[in-house]
């Protein structure tokens, strides 16, 4: 079902993307047309909420991947912070379900939706990530609602 739409001043749409380009937590558009003079396009818009909650989504693994044991992977979030506020995250392993116990994986890092990860040589079915965003005056934790796997072995 349509749910939006926009008119453009462009006749002919070449391309379009969405993603959350100024990690807001948001999906943006951008895309690229030509004009009548022939000329190319590019136009983006951005989803800007008044102030936005303090609020962090993981996004990679979000459950039912399968990873190996010493891989290096990049931890993905969207996020969204309160305007004239910074913020870092702290993200934490369990191989031991979604109650943990939970080990450490980085602490206050830079709220960049991303982190590289080198995943430990496990076992495990059960596992999850546990991602804390804070800033000076509130935090929100969150972590991924389904499992994924990491075995030291490939199949």
């Known amino acids: ?3 939006a739409s926009f008119a453009t001043a462009e006749t002919a749409l070449s391309g379009m993307t969405i993603g959350d380009f100024d990690h807001d937590g948001f999906n943006d558009i951008a895309y690229l047309a030509s004009a009548n003079s022939g ?3 590019l136009r983006v818009y951005l989803h800007v909420p008044d102030n936005p909650r303090l609020k962090i989504i993981p996004t990679f693994p979000k459950g039912g991947e399968h990873l190996i044991g010493g891989s290096v992977q990049f931890v993905q979030w969207l996020s969204s912070v309160p305007a004239a506020d910074s913020a870092t995250v702290t ?5 031991a379900g979604p109650s943990g116990p939970w080990t450490r994986i980085v602490q206050n890092a830079p709220n960049s939706n ?7 040589k496990v076992n495990s079915s059960s ?10 005056t509130a935090s929100k934790s969150s972590r991924n609602r389904l499992p994924f796997s990491v075995t030291t072995e490939l199949d």
């Open 1 to 3: 079902s349509q749910i």
């Open 39 to 41: 000329d190319n396009m």
């Open 91 to 95: 993200i934490d392993f369990s191989a």
């Open 114 to 120: 991303l982190y590289q990860w080198t995943v430990p």
């Open 127 to 136: 596992c999850y990530l546990r991602y804390r965003i804070k800033t000076p």
